[in-house]
């Protein structure tokens, strides 16, 4: 329908458009609508017939508000074929194409409880209701999938098919028989039902989402963008058997038609959408749970207050869904209400933040590590996601940059995982022009171009490292570290200080962090004497650490706090380690061979020895202290050889002191949920962990107060 060069341009003005904030006046409206016409019905055709959109649903809703205003401002510029005038384009496949019993409109859009508001202030106005009176709404996930409209005759399912349109859609009877959540056989007879039309959303659970990208990513197939990619395009299939291997559910949220034997109207005899989708559950459908998924709400503000925490617990749901539809209630009341020709005037879809958007790569920064690992880091255009501005995003190696296929200039598909990590799902190559440059992963420590230092790439690793670093960029990041919490804790002594005391040449080792001018510091802008004091309390603090604090903040890769703490409780002073060999890191109980290596790599460099006396020289302790004496696990404990991990919100103690409580009994503490793992022990909002360790039968899923009764005897 598109060729490639009509879709970048239709693209770009897409950009433009939406970029353009000055309304038009009446000269301009006419262009301007034109162009929004043009825009939208592409995108529209991106969206429901290639499953493949390549703008945000905000970005969408923006640009359709926009035509909406120029046409009520203008109304001899509205014209037939206007997508304000009709619900969605045109369907292109070769599946036969059926009409709906009922037009399958969209939904108007609300995006915080101002709008929500907004819409309960309409449907009371056109009821005549006080605006002091409650209506009763029902509040119901708004699945991010594929539509499906069944039609069930005489209690046998009889035909499915896509949207479509919305009048019409694709027949695919075929592979709605291989969903197993839909019944073939439901008993609409009892209420008098011979013919019915059901609306639903066929869904792929996340985690087998994931297993199938997973799966096409090692056939070297193209990946999906999202789950409903994957649905929509497996309702589609010619071959149901294909179909079948994506393991597609559908949730079934509405009754459009029904008539008895007489042909009559009788789905207004349900009287409330609620007992609709009980009634549908009590059929056997799968729908939403009542007061879980679905709520029955009195009042807008319990709407609104629903519709906000299935926002904060979105990512913990099994399924995506983009927002919450609210519907009015009582059905005889929305037939009151009516509809738009675009949507129903009874219901509104409460859209969350975009997860995902569209933006340019516009170039590739490299970041060098505190164990020299080579970072790769993508300059996007910024663009706004999950409610932050999203303008860096890591793109972890190179192995990374070839799987994705990424150039400099590609439009590209930025998703914020869990709303926290920013990532790039892939990039759009059927907008690319030509412009495009391939990215090249250095060969060389991109900081010091000068002296062509070669970076390596141990086997069996996604990183390539800088093995020896000259220029200073690794060793600024291993002082980071060092003063973090994470490493000798030292308070009030930040990266900024680092950065800053490093220009100024105070700081060239790490040991320099320990023979730092506290007068000259307090005569630096924003500093002081009380500041500068503060600080130099802070570092000697800091050089009284036990030993398994410092080994940890030495940036020995794979050298962690649970092995700083064996190898500490193994020697009288940090220098012992110079005269280990590897047969002796490798008897010791949970040192692998990959760690004995790299602690013994380190304490055989004669650079790092001289460090380490330099800064022995300087106060820092360097000799076995009782902490570190202390056995962190007590052998013969009560949770002695377990495995162990918590999640979700303590509320009797921090999860600091459950893990400590939790070793001193003898127990192992693990990182993630797997088949290694013994008891995971739940708090408050316990979220993926969870659902993950109830997968494994061999895992004991404890309470706070199980775990607390267990150590305390």
Not at 316 to 339: A, P, R
Not at 531 to 555: E, G, R, T, V, W
């Amino acid at each position: 329908m598109y060729n490639k060069e009509t879709e970048q341009r239709l693209f770009k003005l897409s950009k433009k458009i939406l970029n353009n904030t000055s309304i038009p006046n009446e000269i301009e409206a006419l262009s301007e609508a034109q162009s929004l016409r043009e825009v939208i019905q592409y995108h529209e055709w991106k969206y429901y017939i290639q499953n493949n959109p390549i703008i945000s649903d905000f970005e969408y809703d923006s640009l359709f508000k926009k035509l909406e205003a120029i046409e009520e401002k203008f109304p001899d510029l509205i014209s037939p074929d206007s997508p304000t005038q009709r619900v969605s384009p045109d369907v292109v496949s070769d599946m036969p194409t059926v009409e709906h019993m009922t037009p399958m409109l969209s939904l108007d859009n609300s995006y915080n409880a101002e709008d929500l508001n907004d819409f309960d202030k309409r449907v009371k106005k056109v009821l005549n209701f006080d605006e002091n009176l409650e209506i009763n709404y029902v509040a119901e996930p708004k699945f991010d999938g594929g539509t499906i409209v069944l039609v069930y005759e005489n209690d046998l399912l009889v035909r499915a098919a896509t949207r479509g349109n919305g009048k019409a859609g694709e027949e695919m009877t075929h592979n709605a028989k291989v969903i197993r959540s839909i019944p073939l056989k439901a008993a609409f007879s009892k209420w008098g039902i011979e013919k019915v039309e059901l609306r639903g959303e066929v869904l792929i659970r996340k985690d087998i989402f994931n297993k199938i990208n997973k799966k096409r990513e090692e056939n070297g197939e193209s990946i999906f963008a999202n789950p409903r990619n994957a649905a929509t395009g497996g309702l589609r299939m010619k071959d149901p058997r294909e179909t079948e291997k994506r393991h597609l559910e559908a949730f079934v949220y509405q009754i459009s038609y029904a008539i008895n034997e007489k042909g009559e109207d009788v789905l207004e005899d349900f009287k409330t959408h609620h007992n609709t989708i009980l009634s549908l559950h009590e059929l056997g459908f799968k729908t939403p749970k009542d007061d879980i998924e679905m709520k029955n709400c009195k009042n807008i503000d319990e709407v609104a207050a629903f519709c906000n925490q299935w926002q904060e617990k979105r990512e913990d749901y099994d399924y995506e869904i983009d927002g919450m539809v609210v519907k009015v209630n009582d059905l005889v009341m929305q037939e009151t209400v009516g509809y738009t020709s675009h949507h129903p005037r009874w219901a509104i879809a409460f859209k969350f933040k975009a997860k995902q958007a569209t933006t340019q790569l516009l170039n590739v920064e490299y970041q060098v590590g505190k164990i020299g690992s080579i970072t790769p880091v993508a300059k996007l255009e910024p663009v706004q996601l999950a409610g932050v501005t999203v303008s860096n995003v890591s793109l972890h190696n190179e192995d990374f940059i070839k799987s994705k296929d990424l150039r400099i200039g590609d439009t590209v598909l930025v998703e914020r995982a869990g709303d926290v990590i920013p990532y790039i799902v892939k990039a759009m190559e059927e907008l690319r022009d030509g412009t495009e440059k391939p990215l090249e992963f250095p060969k060389y420590c991109p900081i010091n171009a000068e002296e062509q230092v070669a970076l390596q790439r141990v086997e069996g690793e996604a990183a390539w490292r800088c093995p020896d670093c000259t220029c200073g960029a690794q060793d600024i990041q291993r002082m980071i570290f060092h003063v973090s919490k994470a490493g000798m804790d030292i308070d009030g002594f930040g990266k900024a200080y680092i950065e800053k005391f490093q220009e100024m040449g105070w700081l060239k080792t790490m040991a320099d962090i320990y023979r730092l001018d506290y007068e000259a510091i307090a005569q630096l802008e924003g500093f002081g004497e009380k500041s500068a004091a503060n600080l130099k309390a802070s570092i000697d603090k800091a050089k009284q650490n036990p030993i398994k604090k410092l080994l940890k903040s030495l940036s020995v890769h794979h050298l962690g706090k649970r092995a700083s703490e064996i190898l500490a409780a193994e020697v009288e002073h940090v220098l012992d380690l110079k005269d280990w060999d590897l047969e002796k890191y490798t008897s010791i109980k949970d040192i692998g061979p990959v760690l004995a290596q790299n602690v013994y790599d380190y304490f055989n460099n004669d650079k790092n020895i001289s460090l380490l006396m330099e800064m022995e020289a300087l106060g820092v302790n360097m000799k076995a202290t009782e902490q570190d004496r202390k056995a962190e696990v007590i052998e013969g404990g009560v949770l002695s050889g377990k495995t162990i991990l918590f999640t979700g919100k303590l509320l009797q103690m921090s999860r600091t002191v459950a893990s400590k409580l939790a070793q001193s009994n003898g127990a192992k503490l693990l990182s993630a949920v797997s088949s290694n793992l013994d008891v995971l022990v739940v708090g408050e909002k316990a979220g993926s962990k969870l659902k993950k360790a109830q997968a494994i039968p061999s895992i004991q899923i404890w309470t706070e107060a199980e775990f607390l009764e267990k150590v305390k005897g």
